[in-house]
């Protein structure tokens, strides 16, 4: 075996070293990449979790405000009519009043945020119509006199992203 045969031999080895080496690195990083994509996607389920959880909580606590303030305005009325209220009474009762309106409202903006949520795709889809299906179709609802003067006519309510989450779910073309 000459120098050159030697040389040729040498390379070939060293080649080969390579190739096993590139083999085993790729597969190295593919098994590490599939390991940070799993981890990904589990960080984001979480997120999604954390999100779905906040939304239900703003939820409940809104509907809870108003109807703490619907009881309050019970109680006090307690089967009176408004005119036989005393000037203090009366008072209370508007400001009761405008405070339960302030709640609906942030209870519809609760609404809102859940639903541009769900259009956007932030959080489970089939999950969020099961809980909130019933829900936005009662706010949706003409008749629904807590909600009527927020959502219509749709075309004048702020609330539009319950509107289209409301559409997509309920019209049929």
Not at 74 to 94: C, D, F, H, N, T
Not at 113 to 138: H, N, P, V, W
Not at 155 to 170: E, G, L, R, T
Request: aromatic share 8%; charged share 25%.
């Amino acid at each position: 075996m000459n120098v050159g045969d030697m040389i040729a031999a040498g390379s070939a080895a060293i080649a080969l070293i390579s190739m096993a080496g590139s083999f085993y690195f790729s597969k190295q990083a593919t098994a590490a990449s599939q390991r940070t994509n799993q981890d990904a996607e589990r960080a984001n389920d979480i997120a999604i979790g954390q999100t779905e959880t906040s939304l239900r909580e703003q939820i409940q606590s809104t509907r809870n405000r108003s109807e703490d303030c619907m009881l309050k305005i019970v109680e006090l009325m307690k089967g009176r009519q408004r005119v036989s209220l005393s000037p203090e009474e009366e008072v209370y009762i508007a400001q009761l009043e405008l405070t339960y309106r302030s709640a609906i409202e942030g209870h519809l903006n609760a609404f809102e945020d859940a639903c541009g949520k769900y259009l956007d795709k932030k959080i489970d889809l089939s999950r969020f119509e099961k809980m909130y299906r019933t829900e936005i179709q009662t706010v949706c609802d003409h008749t629904k006199i807590t909600y009527e003067p927020h959502m219509h006519p749709e075309s004048n309510s702020k609330f539009q992203a319950i509107w289209k989450v409301h559409q997509k779910w309920f019209k049929v073309e």
